[in-house]
């Protein structure tokens, strides 16, 4: 299993049944591959759709129909099609029970920073500072680290997306909850030692005695 | 409404140096026949107010790469990198806005307000040289609204009256910018009779569209 499959099994097991849940484009994306339809979860596309269903077969993509990426997706039954003003009145008023989101840096206060690395990458927040800001429950689904350099820092050297602490991280190699306390190493990938998250990552964990191994989707 | 307009005349309406917002996200929901007019009347100095600037070839995109935006109002640019490229260079001028934030300022502009508090952007860029309010125990960002010359909508039905409705994930920004332009342009799929459209299903009332164009050859 490769490590976004890993990633995307173990937040998918977050997810509640019968809420309303907001996947960011790209890995996050991948997480509703490991969400039965049984669990009559609805998600939502900020672009406009709450109840976004798989892609189309080849062939019959409509072109009034796609997720934030600008990708076709299909909508399952009980869909709605709504403006932005109200995709983001569902986001900032508290109506989105999830969004799960990639990082660029995460902190020991657990703030985010996902949306900009300056004179290099300015492509705009989108909906990011929103969904950060407004989702009952935020999930970062990240690498742990990326050229080698952990994501996971004392403090954010990127421009922070929000201020509001992010509830729980998942990488390839562990889930972390961030917490008034700092960051709490909550389970390890399969196969990883304590010791080597401990050396992957460069910002402060606090290790409870009990580290499990992730379960996964 | 005024009545049916060629896309060449509608463009003529068009000066040197007006702001249009557009209608579309991903050029999802794009009036691509009125910004192909303006692209060959080749008038210059505009400033584009959209969720996003599309990618090279479509919708926004081919604005942008005609040369004739200089200054961009959006969300997100990451999906076009000419934009990317000419604000770096300084040819555009771009105010990156959380997607959120964004149509509730264009929403506040279409309807008569002074602004919109939201938390979205607090302790962010986003927050720089703007008022900080605070209204009941909670802090807010005061954000300005939004107006522009134009509004260019790309609806899905129009009937000979100027009542507009859209399909799925194409209403997105459309109908709230149909307030927040002076002059209100529409561009539908197809156009109906009178009655055709159900009164529960018109998104945007005819009575702040000004001119629809003529049915696609």
């Not at chain 1, 796609?66 to 009145?89: K, L, N, Q, W």
């Not at chain 1, 569902?90 to 020991?108: A, K």
């Not at chain 1, 690395?117 to 999930?139: E, Q, S």
């Not at chain 2, 961009?72 to 000419?86: D, F, M, R, W, Y």
Request: charged fraction near 20%.
């Amino acid at each position: 299993m490769d490590a976004k499959e890993l990633i995307a099994r173990r937040v998918a097991r977050e997810i509640a049944p019968g809420s309303l849940v907001n996947l960011g484009i790209g890995l996050p994306s991948l997480v509703a591959n490991y969400v039965p339809a049984s669990l009559g979860v609805f998600f939502q596309a900020e672009n406009g759709v709450i109840g976004l269903g798989a892609r189309p077969p080849e062939g019959m993509e409509d072109s009034h129909l796609t997720d934030a990426g600008g990708g076709f997706v299909t909508a399952v039954p009980g869909a709605a099609s709504i403006d932005s003003a109200m995709s983001f009145g569902l986001i900032r008023g508290g109506h989105l029970d999830m969004t799960v989101l990639g990082g660029l840096q995460v902190d020991e206060a657990g703030h985010l920073a996902n949306w900009k690395v300056p004179g290099k990458m300015v492509p705009g927040m989108g909906g990011a500072m929103d969904l950060v800001t407004g989702a009952a429950r935020v999930v970062v689904a990240m690498q742990h680290a990326a050229r080698g350099q952990s994501k996971i820092v004392p403090r954010c050297t990127l421009p922070l997306t929000a201020l509001r602490r992010v509830d729980l991280v998942v990488t390839d190699l562990a889930v972390i909850e961030p917490t008034a306390a700092g960051l709490i190493l909550r389970e390890r990938a399969p196969g990883v030692s304590i010791e080597e998250i401990r050396a992957a990552t460069e910002g402060a964990l606090v290790v409870p005695d009990d580290v499990p191994e992730m379960a996964l989707a | 409404m005024k009545g049916a307009l060629t896309p060449e005349a509608a463009a003529g309406l068009i000066p040197e140096g007006a702001s249009l917002m557009i209608g579309g996200f991903m050029a999802v929901g794009t009036p691509e026949r009125m910004i192909d007019a303006i692209v060959a009347r080749g008038v210059g100095g505009l400033t584009v107010i959209a969720n996003d600037t599309a990618m090279p070839g479509k919708g926004i995109g081919k604005l942008i790469s005609a040369g004739l935006v200089t200054r961009v109002i959006a969300s997100h640019i990451g999906l076009n990198p000419e934009t990317q490229a000419k604000m770096i260079s300084g040819e555009i001028t771009c105010e990156l806005v959380p997607q959120g934030t964004l149509i509730e300022r264009i929403r506040a502009g279409g309807m008569g307000l002074g602004g919109v508090l939201t938390p979205t952007g607090l302790s962010t860029e986003v927050e720089e040289g703007k008022q900080v309010v605070e209204v009941e125990g909670g802090r807010f960002l005061v954000e300005t609204p939004l107006k522009a010359d134009f509004a260019l909508i790309g609806a899905w039905q129009a009937d000979y009256i100027g009542n507009l409705s859209y399909l799925l994930t194409a209403h997105n920004f459309n109908p709230i910018i149909a307030l927040a332009g002076r002059m209100v342009i529409a561009e539908a799929e197809s156009i109906v009779p009178v009655g055709v459209i159900p009164p529960d299903a018109v998104k945007t009332p005819g009575v702040l569209v000004d001119h629809l164009l003529i049915r696609a050859a």
